[in-house]
């Protein structure tokens, strides 16, 4: 359940009004387009940019020798 929602302008007079109809709808647009944009094959790894990880080995060679890195 959704209230109306009313939009002033500057002078705070009422410019649009929102009914609890129309924000429903949105809202369950806006929830389809989300669901649908979820990937099922995603493997929840996050990506670090190159120049943190440059920035780590340069930091901490220990961590990484030229076997880690394929050499």
Do not use: C, Q
Not at 19 to 47: C, Q, V, Y
Not at 57 to 68: I, Q, S
């Amino acid at each position: 359940m959704f209230y109306d929602v009313r939009i002033l302008n500057p002078d705070g007079k009422i410019k649009r009004i929102l009914n609890s109809r129309e924000l429903s709808k949105k809202h369950w647009e806006n929830f389809r387009k989300m669901e649908d944009s979820i990937s099922l094959t995603s493997n929840g790894a996050i990506k670090v940019p190159g120049w943190v990880k440059r920035r780590l080995e340069l930091e901490h060679p220990e961590f990484y020798t030229g076997a880690a890195r394929g050499y």
